[in-house]
């Protein structure tokens, strides 16, 4: 008797791989010791039998399709013929031949400029064709860069926009899907991005379509769906948002609506994920989320200013989220390799990321440049001088020190409570769950005088007077703090002074939040003072406001770079001037000066200048983690001192 055959095929429809078995019914087949024994890996994966068939597991991707064929044709000549069908061989060339055929196309229009590209022989004409379309949709056209930019993206059909913050991304996005739109294959936008980003798409949207596309949204921010329960929200979502061509979540809540969404997004839409390196920690809430919701999407767009704010693996979830089926074929980069990758493996992934993102600077789209940093100094008195010195004694951890040195610099009374976790979120790249040793010690009596003969701060008084002399001039300034507290300080002592200010941080509702910003747009007051885990992401401020006070930052590149693009923008006029003063104070300690913001200032350029550099290599830059920062900081800082301390 001769053995029975196993062909190894793949079903488009269904889709999915599955056997079809020959010369013996599935269910001997299934029972026979050459399944239990050869083809146990293919017996973990059954999703069913039909017929002839023993359907397998329709989620895998390519490569897991590829391994489960090597595994199968293990047990050739084992009591089974194997056999590998044309349906099989068909899927897997389709497959190669997508991302390689994305991956040549991508390289090509980025090796154009957005000057030559319409006269490239090439691509010209389908680029000639883009332009016009997208020209004539928009009653505010965009920039050459900017539309180099979308039509890379809408070509690709599942790219990353890693242009600097306030380059305009949000409208380069509305060009793709108006090109998208007009071939008939969007007729919608889902978004997810921070809830401070739900107004600026809509106002965003109306700016760049006018009338000729009125804005229909579905937004968890509108008072009127907030106020809902989650189940009417859900009903809603399904039942009544079909004429909606805007639809935006922010990530905290998109998992509670995945399941209505997977019955939109596979149907005409495309997907964008703003400020995506939200998304980062792997196999968190957030991420599974974000993958549920992206799986069926035929175009997905991914955007961030800052792509790998600590390590490599801040693009796991990203190419995850843009290549599901791809990933293990195309790029197949472990989570481990991506945390330290050296020279050779980020060469590599560089070559493997770079068709599938596109990246500009505000140079590229005109933005005239802000003026040089103003460094503020402020000299500590006596007082705090001991202060910082008693801390430095009772803090052996760095993260410590530097958190307990910003709050003796803004307000010494901070130093009598234990730290609240909630003002370190965002406070670092990286936050850990172990806060023991950065809780307050308990002084002596001596240390408590010093704190009462050190209130205000003096870098408290000399940010305020800076404040008072820009507004003096005229001229409305964001102030950028990191502990609530010193918000509430600064709006206060600001009030007694007469000055107008209004304050946002995380507890600040939204809808209050809008209306401070209408109002701050509308100079109604003259100072906003906010933090940036509240405020640096997808707001635009800069019609307004062309000053900003950086009273207390911490080394997160990534809250640097958004908060200053809130005022330094793509749309400012030529001769538009933009300041930035940094508050830095100076300490004596051993009779050498000690100044913890200038050294955090100095790493921040570093890093800022590091990923500049890479935009115009058109790689991306490694990332750093808080460890590492940790330790350059007080290394600089203390030299010899700074060994011992606990990172």
């Not at 830059?621 to 808080?626: S, V």
């Amino acid at each position: 008797m001769s053995a029975p055959r196993a062909v190894v095929c793949y079903d488009e429809v269904r889709p999915g791989m599955y056997l079809r078995i020959e010369g013996q019914d599935v269910a001997s087949f299934m029972a026979s010791a050459a399944w239990r024994a050869w083809l146990y890996y293919p017996a973990s994966v059954v999703d069913g039998t039909d017929r002839d068939r023993i359907l397998l597991d329709g989620g895998m991707g390519l490569r897991e399709c590829q391994d489960m064929l090597e595994a199968i044709m293990e047990a050739d000549g084992h009591g089974v013929e194997v056999a590998v069908d044309p349906s099989f061989g068909a899927f897997v060339n389709a497959g190669e031949t997508y991302i390689r055929e994305r991956s040549e196309v991508g390289l090509a229009i980025k090796s154009q400029t957005a000057e030559g590209i319409a006269d490239d022989p090439q691509l010209g004409p389908r680029f000639r064709e883009f332009r016009d379309v997208v020209n004539a949709s928009m009653v505010r056209p965009l920039r050459d860069r900017q539309m180099l930019d979308a039509f890379f993206m809408a070509t690709v059909g599942r790219a990353a926009d890693f242009s600097v913050p306030g380059a305009g991304k949000t409208a380069t996005v509305l060009g793709v899907f108006a090109y998208l739109r007009h071939l008939g294959h969007a007729r919608r936008i889902v978004v997810v991005c921070p809830k401070n980003g739900f107004e600026s798409w809509e106002k965003e949207w109306v700016a760049t379509f006018g009338d000729k596309l009125p804005l229909s949204c579905f937004s968890l921010g509108d008072p009127a769906i907030a106020a809902m329960s989650t189940e009417r929200r859900r009903n809603a979502l399904s039942l009544d948002s079909g004429a909606c061509n805007l639809f935006t979540f922010n990530y905290e809540s998109l998992s509670g609506y995945v399941r209505e969404l997977h019955a939109i997004i596979p149907d005409q839409t495309l997907l964008v994920f703003d400020e995506v390196h939200r998304v980062k920690a792997i196999g968190g809430r957030r991420a599974e989320a974000a993958l549920e919701a992206a799986d069926g999407a035929k175009f997905v767009i991914a955007l961030t200013g800052t792509p790998i704010p600590n390590t490599y693996q801040d693009i796991y979830n990203l190419l995850h989220i843009l290549y599901p089926e791809d990933y293990d074929t195309f790029f197949d980069y472990e989570p481990g390799e991506l945390r330290a990758p050296d020279a050779d493996l980020q060469a590599s992934l560089n070559d493997s990321l770079a068709p599938f993102f596109c990246r500009t600077n505000k140079d590229e789209l005109g933005v005239p440049r802000p003026e040089p940093d103003e460094i503020v100094k402020v000299e500590a008195t006596p007082d705090e001088d001991t202060l910082l010195r008693v801390l430095y004694a009772s803090c052996p951890n760095a993260l410590a020190r530097i958190i307990r040195t910003l709050q003796l610099e803004s307000d010494p009374e901070m130093l009598c409570s234990a730290v609240d976790p909630g003002d370190l979120e965002y406070v670092l790249d990286q936050v850990g769950d172990d806060y023991s040793d950065i809780d307050y010690v308990d002084f002596s009596q001596t240390f408590y005088e010093a704190i009462e003969r050190s209130r205000p701060s003096s870098k408290l008084v000399a940010c305020e007077r800076l404040v008072e002399r820009i507004v003096a001039e005229g001229r409305p300034v964001i102030v950028w703090c990191i502990f609530v507290r010193s918000i509430s300080n600064l709006r206060r002592d600001l009030a007694a002074m007469g000055i107008s200010a209004e304050a946002i941080y995380g507890a600040t509702p939204q809808e209050e939040r809008r209306e401070i910003l209408d109002d701050f747009r509308a100079r109604r007051f003259k100072v906003l003072v906010t933090n940036p885990q509240t405020l640096a992401e997808s707001v635009s401020l800069h019609s307004v406001c062309h000053d900003a006070v950086y009273f207390e930052y911490s080394y997160n590149l990534v809250h640097l770079l958004q908060s200053k693009d809130r005022i330094h923008r793509l749309g400012l006029p030529d001769d538009q001037k933009t300041r930035y003063y940094f508050m830095r104070e100076k300490f004596m300690r051993n009779d050498r000066e000690l100044s913890l913001d200038a050294v955090i200032y100095d790493r921040l350029r570093e890093k800022e200048q590091t990923m500049l550099d890479a935009i115009d290599r058109g790689c991306l830059e490694g990332g750093y983690l808080d460890d590492e920062d940790l330790r350059i900081i007080f290394e600089r800082l203390l030299g010899e001192d700074a060994k011992g301390l606990k990172y």
